[in-house]
């Protein structure tokens, strides 16, 4: 079967404001670019136009889709940081996916349920939620785990990716949607042949095998230094955190082993433009990985990198 949209030019549309200025910025396109991280690292948007397109607010937010002829697809919502105009003839826009230097870094101390119910446990999906809720986002999360959580001074990020750590999966925040999801959950999954990508690199490398490991931390209540190991001999691998029992540290010590103990292989690939997340599962022949990073260029064409890493799936 041939491929049909090989025959077919890349496309884009950009809103702005929800208002669509397509039409407007083919006149003056030169170039654009997005990169998707995954993680806390806000997603970018680099737009450049000639200078004689309109500079837009700083407040103006973006909508992207790409795709080929009329099959477009959702990108991402930017909110406009800086425009830079060069020569009089440039116009570079830039802009972010989420704003990630307000409340979100505002150190908190909170106890999850709230005292005096501390003693009761709650699901972590609703700590996301309420903590979503506090920063207007939406959310999308399977995490149905019962315990107490204590967020002592921590931001709401910083707590979020601690949390993510310690029970192994996914926390993402795009598109105005804080993710919080079990690996090997509902993540999209695509699969690549990697003899037709214009260019790939991928390292495979080992790491120090540890027997054990030994998570060191605060019984708030008992009120005092606590340990639990899990495996047995040495080298050692030493993690410290906040727990509320021998149980949950324990399991955070197996997470931290696993990943510890995991073959590292760091891999990017240059591939034909296409719509792919960052956070989502790549399949190269028989291995899967789990992209990291994903960065679209266009301007004469639509090309796609990916930067990934091993997958871990989650932790039983």
Not at 53 to 64: G, H, L, N
Not at 158 to 181: G, Q
Request: with cysteine; aromatic share 6%.
């Amino acid at each position: 079967m041939v491929d049909q949209t090989n025959s077919i030019q890349p496309n884009y549309q950009i809103l702005v404001n929800d208002k669509d200025v397509t039409s407007s910025v083919r006149k003056h396109f030169i170039a654009l670019q997005i990169t998707d991280n995954d993680k806390d690292d806000a997603d970018e948007l680099t737009l450049t136009l000639s200078a004689k397109f309109k500079r837009p607010s700083d407040t103006d937010k973006i909508k992207v889709f790409l795709g080929y002829g009329n099959d477009l697809k959702f990108v991402g919502l930017f909110i406009i940081q800086t425009t830079n105009i060069r020569d009089n003839r440039q116009l570079t826009i830039k802009a972010t996916g989420a704003d990630f230097n307000g409340d979100l870094k505002e150190r908190k101390n909170l106890t999850y349920p709230p005292i005096p119910l501390s003693e009761e446990k709650i699901t972590l999906a609703s700590v996301v939620k309420e903590i979503a809720s506090r920063h207007g986002l939406e959310v999308k999360t399977d995490m149905n785990i019962g315990e107490r959580f204590e967020q002592i001074n921590e931001s709401d990020l910083h707590f979020l990716n601690r949390l993510a750590k310690e029970h192994d999966v996914i926390f993402n925040i795009k598109n105005n949607t804080l993710y919080f999801m079990k690996k090997g959950g509902e993540v999209p999954n695509i699969s690549i042949d990697i003899n037709k990508c214009s260019n790939s690199d991928i390292t495979h490398s080992n790491k120090t095998l540890y027997k054990s490991c030994k998570a060191i931390y605060h019984n708030t209540k008992l009120n005092k230094k606590a340990e639990v190991i899990t495996g047995s001999g040495k080298p050692q691998l030493i993690k410290e955190g906040q727990w509320q029992n021998d149980s949950d540290a324990l399991l955070a010590a197996k997470n931290a082993l696993t990943r510890a103990n995991k073959s590292k292989v760091d891999g990017n690939l240059t591939t034909r433009g296409q719509v792919v997340f960052a956070g989502s599962k790549l399949t190269l022949d028989d291995d899967v990985f789990e992209i990291l990073k994903v960065t679209h260029n266009l301007s004469k064409g639509w090309k796609t990198t990916l930067n990934f890493k091993n997958f871990t799936a989650e932790s039983t």
